[in-house]
């Protein structure tokens, strides 16, 4: 956590955060350098995400870039003093997939929105969030052996995970770009607009989940992370005993079901 105190100073200019609504927007805002993912911006981003974690009044965190891209990846000029350091480049790496790791084992609800260059280590941030919302024009890219070098932070299992292992090869090994319609044809974005129209849809979406309950949210997110990593048979076993729990304890489930009948909105209390 050493990297994450020594960031703490220069988070405001690395990492910017607005809360409003119960909704958190957390903005990369390095735009000069297409907003790269440094040792630095990293740990700014895993304390933020941590503060956030502890707020109950945020459900929805919202993660974009400033400028003309989301993030284009790792500095690699930083990389080759990091590359020197041994235990200092094991450190960015744990803080890197602890952040990551962060964002997937959360109760909150993450999207990313990406409207331009989304590269390398930017691609292993967006795969970690639980809905991406990309434009046409967005510019999306594995990328990283193009310059020899490659992903630590997740990229290689989570892109075949996402999108099959043939079609996660040919991104990585080719490092070749597609587009935000291409990235949702594949699997890689859930939705893709003109990039006009990236904020009527991110107002969009945000208005749906909101309207859903939380506790409701939390168990979907979870029952569909965790039973991807196990075997069918356990997966179901666990949604089957999940949605046990959730349906005889929880009041949104019930009041769900009676605002149906009664056919009026329900009242969710997230409980």
């Given at each position: 956590?050493?990297?994450?105190?020594?960031?703490?100073?220069?988070?405001?200019?690395?990492?910017?955060?607005?809360?409003?609504?119960?909704?958190?927007?957390?903005?990369?805002?390095?735009?000069?350098?297409?907003?790269?993912?440094?040792?630095?911006?990293?740990?700014?981003?895993?304390?933020?995400?941590?503060?956030?974690?502890?707020?109950?009044?945020?459900?929805?965190?919202?993660?974009?870039?400033?400028?003309?891209?989301?993030?284009?990846?790792?500095?690699?000029?930083?990389?080759?003093?990091?590359?020197?350091?041994?235990p200092e480049f094991m450190k960015f790496l744990r803080n890197f997939n602890l952040l990551l790791e962060e964002i997937e084992r959360s109760e909150?609800?993450?999207?990313?929105?990406?409207?331009?260059?989304?590269v390398a280590g930017g691609l292993e941030l967006m795969l970690a969030c639980d809905i991406v919302l990309a434009a046409h024009e967005a510019q999306i890219a594995d990328g990283h052996l193009n310059?020899?070098?490659?992903?630590?932070?997740?990229?290689?299992?989570?892109?075949?995970?996402?999108?099959?292992?043939?079609?996660?090869?040919?991104?990585?090994?080719?490092?070749?770009?597609?587009?935000?319609?291409?990235?949702?044809?594949?699997?890689?974005?859930?939705?893709?607009?003109?990039?006009?129209?990236?904020?009527?849809?991110?107002?969009?979406?945000?208005?749906?989940?909101?309207?859903?309950?939380?506790?409701?949210?939390?168990?979907?997110?979870?029952?569909?992370?965790?039973?991807?990593?196990?075997?069918?048979?356990?997966?179901?076993?666990?949604?089957?005993?999940?949605?046990?729990?959730?349906?005889?304890?929880?009041?949104?489930?019930?009041?769900?079901?009676?605002?149906?009948?009664?056919?009026?909105?329900?009242?969710?209390?997230?409980?």
């Open positions: 956590m050493a990297a994450v105190n020594e960031a703490a100073g220069d988070q405001q200019e690395r990492v910017l955060c607005a809360v409003e609504d119960g909704v958190a927007t957390i903005t990369l805002n390095r735009p000069d350098q297409l907003n790269p993912l440094d040792r630095l911006t990293v740990a700014a981003l895993l304390e933020q995400v941590q503060q956030l974690e502890a707020d109950g009044s945020v459900s929805i965190i919202v993660l974009r870039g400033a400028g003309r891209a989301f993030s284009a990846g790792g500095d690699l000029e930083g990389y080759m003093q990091l590359y020197r350091d041994r909150k609800i993450y999207v990313a929105v990406v409207h331009g260059h989304c310059f020899a070098q490659l992903p630590g932070a997740g990229g290689s299992q989570r892109l075949p995970r996402a999108i099959g292992a043939l079609k996660a090869k040919l991104l990585v090994l080719t490092g070749r770009t597609i587009g935000g319609e291409e990235a949702e044809r594949i699997g890689l974005a859930s939705l893709s607009v003109p990039r006009s129209e990236l904020e009527a849809a991110l107002d969009g979406l945000i208005a749906d989940l909101k309207r859903k309950s939380p506790l409701g949210l939390k168990g979907a997110k979870y029952l569909i992370n965790t039973g991807g990593l196990g075997a069918r048979d356990a997966a179901l076993e666990l949604e089957l005993h999940y949605v046990h729990h959730y349906a005889t304890t929880s009041h949104d489930a019930y009041e769900g079901l009676a605002a149906f009948k009664e056919k009026r909105k329900p009242d969710l209390k997230g409980e």
